[in-house]
């Protein structure tokens, strides 16, 4: 089951590249850097976006401004940074959630065990802080625990939760519930969605169901359609950003478990070859646990 599962071994792979640059030389720089390309592919990073990565430094090379092993290392941070922040995250900063509907959407989507119901309740903690009233809507209808779960997180951020009857189906829930509360009462809805169903076929139609629910309930399309990945996964992150970006059209990321020692490589590879930007990470179970994604950080952690 390729699409579900995948661990990342990009923190051990990059120890390589350690010893890689403690061999660097100006003179063999180019068998160095098709070393370099091999470490990359083989640390979850993907064949093109490794391909990349070693194109700017050899270009580095050949400027002059790229002599020694550091500045090698400086600028294989670099060209991450780049990569990772081309794509909407400016700057390494804060790329804040576009909201501007009334009340602003949010459709969360993951396969299950991403993180996606924490993540909801991390959200919901973070904008009912700031002020904003929220309103939860959980998707897995048909897991009593899935639902129970996103209450607790509810009460504890001071959010609304909508009730259902079990095995209701979500796009039903989001028509009804956020047809019935007006408008100006919420400022922030939040959909939690299922992450498995009998096909990956199935799931992708009950997303595109939920995510079309929440557009005629609420005013168009979704603010946003965030994509939960688990930062531990290794490159399938990939295949599995690809189906649900052909399916509902995401706008961004979050990645969660980045607390481990696992800083997936794979994560540059989505980026760039999706363009799409990672909004937020995860560092724990708590609802405090969600941060701004920070790509100078993100890179000075994959190769510290
Ligand atoms: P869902 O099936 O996608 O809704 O996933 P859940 O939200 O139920 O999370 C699955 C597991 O991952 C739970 O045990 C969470 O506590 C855990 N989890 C989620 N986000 C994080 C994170 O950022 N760090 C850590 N360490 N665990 C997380």
Same mark, same amino acid.
């Given at each position: 089951d390729r699409f579900f599962k995948g661990t990342s071994k990009t923190r051990e792979r990059l120890g390589l590249v350690d010893e890689l640059l403690a061999l660097w030389s100006l003179e063999d720089y180019e068998e160095s850097l098709e070393e370099l390309e091999e470490v990359l592919i083989s640390a979850d990073f993907g064949p093109r976006t490794a391909l990349k990565i070693v194109d700017r430094i050899r270009d580095g090379v050949k400027s002059g401004t790229v002599k020694s092993a550091d500045d090698t290392r400086a600028a294989l941070k670099s060209a991450i940074v780049e990569l990772l922040t081309?794509? /909407?995250?400016? /700057? /390494?900063?804060t790329s804040e959630l576009r909201l501007q509907g009334r009340p602003a959407a949010v459709l969360i989507v993951g396969v299950n065990g991403a993180g996606k119901t924490t993540t909801v309740g991390k959200l919901a903690y973070k904008y009912g802080k700031e002020g904003a009233k929220v309103f939860l809507i959980p998707g897995d209808t048909f897991r009593a625990a899935a639902a129970e779960q996103l209450a607790e997180w509810g009460r504890r951020a001071g959010a609304t939760l909508g009730t259902f009857r079990e095995g209701a189906r979500p796009q039903a829930v989001i028509a009804s519930r956020a047809c019935k509360d007006p408008a100006d009462v919420y400022d922030l809805v939040l959909v939690d969605t299922a992450g498995r169903l009998h096909t990956a076929y199935k799931l992708m139609e009950e997303l595109q169901l939920c995510k079309s629910a929440v557009g005629t309930a609420l005013t %168009?399309?979704?603010d946003e359609t965030l994509l939960v990945l688990d930062g531990t996964t290794g490159l399938n992150m990939l295949n599995q950003a690809r189906e649900f970006n052909d399916a509902v059209k995401l706008t961004g990321l979050i990645l969660t478990k980045l607390d481990g020692t696992a800083r997936g490589g794979a994560v540059v590879s989505v980026v760039d070859q999706? %363009?799409?930007?990672?909004?937020f990470i995860g560092v %724990? =179970?708590?609802? =405090?646990?969600l941060q701004p994604f920070d790509a100078e950080a993100f890179a000075e952690a994959l190769f510290p």
């Open positions: 081309s794509r /909407g995250a400016a /700057g /390494g900063r %168009g399309q979704p999706l %363009g799409l930007p990672v909004k %724990g =179970e708590t609802a =405090e646990d």
